[in-house]
């Protein structure tokens, strides 16, 4: 553990900054472990730390799959694999191109990982929003994310669907999106009966929507149904040993926004009203209600108008 003191970019004020968070994998199946990140918003006292990642140990190296929210950590991620195994780190899958997931990358890139993504993560990479919110970050997320933290491309990119086999162990990447994001994978290892489903599910916490294709999400949990895995990491939240059940929360959550904003938005009613008329009350008490519901409600109320 160490503290570090530094100038927020922000204000230019002296801050202490003492470092507390830890990574702590969990063994969900033979060879295969995830971390769990918390149920906030990213943070400079997180770390960012607000995602999952896992990673699956095979005779010829460790698969991990996303990078996390900081190159810090990633560095405690890479740091934590290697109690677990002695086996180099050889590949990482992004499940998406969001900040959470990916600002770690730089870290498994210096030590030879090859990245695999879906193609239209190239999109997001050469876009403004990628840039402002890679600048942003270096200013909300100080010291952990910084000017020394990149936005790093995919060795890999996937269009459909690849079979990658490593050590014997078959780790099927399927394009599911556009969902969440436009460039969602899933990642099923038989072997192991685990699904990686990044955040097309969430547990313990409201989902974040932001700009997605929620009709394409709903039909992106129904395939993950259809692989009935044993056991599935979520991008957010504990992992789940009865998927059907936990992918419900999820589904019902979207579905109801989809409900409650649907007359609305076609018949170009205010947004507030629709808002104001919903029943909230099976959410309002998860973590991150107040901060992302309305949002999430809003995307959905303009993404039905352009359908």
Known sequence: MGSFLFFTAAYGQKANTVD??????????????????????????????????GFVVTPSGVVVVDALGSPILAKKLIAE??????????????????????????????????????????????????KQRLIASRIDFAPWVSADTKLISADVWIDQKL????????????????????????????????????????RGRIPFV????????LIALDAIEKLNPKIVIPGHGNYSLQPITDIAFTRNYLNYLRQ???????????????????????????????????????NVYLSIQSE
């Open 210 to 217: 932001g700009n997605a294709d929620s009709k394409g999400w």
């Open 81 to 130: 694999i290697k109690k677990v195994s002695n086996q180099k780190v050889v590949a990482l899958i992004v499940s998406h191109y969001h900040a959470d997931h990916v600002y770690g990358l730089q870290e498994f890139k210096k030590i030879g990982a090859k990245i695999y993504a879906q193609g239209e993560g190239r999109n997001y990479l050469s876009s403004e929003t990628a």
């Open 20 to 53: 507390t968070i830890q990574l702590n994998p969990v063994q969900v199946a033979p060879h295969t472990y995830f971390v769990q990140g918390l149920p906030e918003m990213g943070s400079s006292a997180n770390q960012n730390f607000i995602s999952n990642a």
């Open 260 to 298: 409650s904003m649907s007359a609305a938005a076609i018949n170009m009613d205010p947004f507030e009203e629709a808002y104001k008329q919903a029943d909230w009350s099976e959410y309002e008490g998860m973590p991150l209600f107040g901060a992302a519901n309305r949002m999430n409600a809003y």
């Open 163 to 202: 079979k990658l086999s490593i050590g014997g162990v078959d780790f099927f990447i399927s394009r599911v999106g556009p969902a969440h994001a436009p460039e969602d994978l899933m990642v099923y290892v038989p072997s192991e009966k685990v699904l990686f489903a990044g955040d097309l599910v969430f």
